[in-house]
């Protein structure tokens, strides 16, 4: 909404419920004048502004796995553990792996660090991906989009 694009469709569907609650057609009419704008949008591919976002989105992503990994492992070396059961969770975890004799073992219902790092390393991995796109689309989208109006 607080984008010039937000602001455009609350004010046409504002038109459009008003004057379409007296005037039949008005708010098919204005239906159709978004859906094309929405077409020419997609014709001319993302701005370099929604471009910039994106990587900044990105950028911000990345630094928090950053952070998050860093102090997850800090919280691990400060209580000396690889393991250990969750708060919330935690006693009724240790209760059932007590009860199935897992307790201590790979199959016990505990927080690991190798765990909790593999889903560090998967999201830095989608960051990643979502640059790689991001940079194809930079590349390839002019051409794609001059192969189209070319013809």
Do not use: C, H, W
């Amino acid at each position: 909404m607080r984008t010039r694009e937000g602001l455009q469709q609350l004010a046409v569907d504002g038109i459009s419920k008003v004057v379409g609650a007296y005037v039949p057609g008005v708010g098919e009419a204005m239906a159709l004048g978004s859906t094309a704008q929405e077409a020419n949008e997609a014709e001319e591919g993302l701005s370099l502004l929604k471009l910039g976002k994106i990587q900044n989105t990105l950028d911000d992503l990345g630094v928090f796995v950053s952070k998050l990994t860093a102090s997850t492992n800090a919280a691990f070396a400060e209580l000396g553990l690889k393991e250990f059961y969750d708060k919330e969770t935690g006693t009724r975890d240790y209760l059932i792996d007590l009860a199935l004799n897992q307790v201590g073992t790979t199959d016990a219902r505990t927080v690991r660090q190798s765990e909790v790092m593999q889903l560090a390393d998967k999201a830095r991995d989608n960051v990643a991906i979502g640059r790689e796109f991001l940079t194809m689309y930079r590349e390839k989208a002019p051409a794609i989009r001059n192969r189209y109006r070319a013809s």
